[in-house]
């Protein structure tokens, strides 16, 4: 008897902290608007922001479902803003285009007074065909390259949310 009464306490607490975890897990896959003093996105849901990345990224989300490539399992699709220092931006349009399997549009156009670009394109990456759509956007003497790609067998389902997370991006 001595032992129920802590024992029981004890399991409650578990199942409160388990209860928390799982709640907090699922919200970070929740939309929400990440904002840094360089930019801000409208992270869609099903995505989760990579926090403490060391991949020299300015930004870098995954989406919640993985897809395959052959017996490997690879996240579905990925959001990524990169700054290329010292790049111009048709310098990097031809690296982007000599890279990739395909190239389905490409679009310049003046943006806020800076040069900008639209790069769609199928590339092919560990044997795996990804569709990418690019938005390219000049701020003094960087470029920002923001990326979305999609593994091509999940590009009808995600690729509007992917869409809708570079119109949002905000260079700032």
């Known amino acids: 008897m001595e032992l129920l009464i802590p024992g029981l306490i004890l399991v409650a607490l578990m199942v409160w902290a388990s209860t928390r975890i799982k709640r907090n897990a699922a919200a970070a896959f929740d939309a929400e608007t990440v904002e840094t003093d360089e930019f801000s996105i409208v992270k869609p849901e099903g995505f989760l922001h990579v926090l403490n990345d060391d991949s020299g990224l300015a930004f870098r989300s995954y989406s919640k479902e993985f ?15 990169e700054r290329h ?15 990739a399997e395909s190239i389905s549009s490409v679009e310049t156009y003046i943006h806020a007074g800076e040069r900008a670009a639209l790069i769609g394109s199928t590339e092919v990456v560990d044997g795996g065909e990804f569709f990418v759509q690019r938005r390219l956007v000049t ?5 920002w390259e923001c ?22 991006v905000r260079i700032k």
């Open 67 to 81: 897809g395959k490539i052959g017996n490997k399992d690879v996240r579905q699709a990925t959001i990524e803003i």
């Open 147 to 168: 990326r979305g790609s999609v593994l091509s067998e999940h590009k009808e389902e995600l690729s509007d949310k992917l869409e809708k997370a570079l119109d949002s």
């Open 85 to 99: 220092s010292g790049e111009k931006l048709d310098r990097l349009k031809q690296k982007i285009e000599g890279a």
């Open 139 to 143: 701020r003094g003497s960087y470029v």
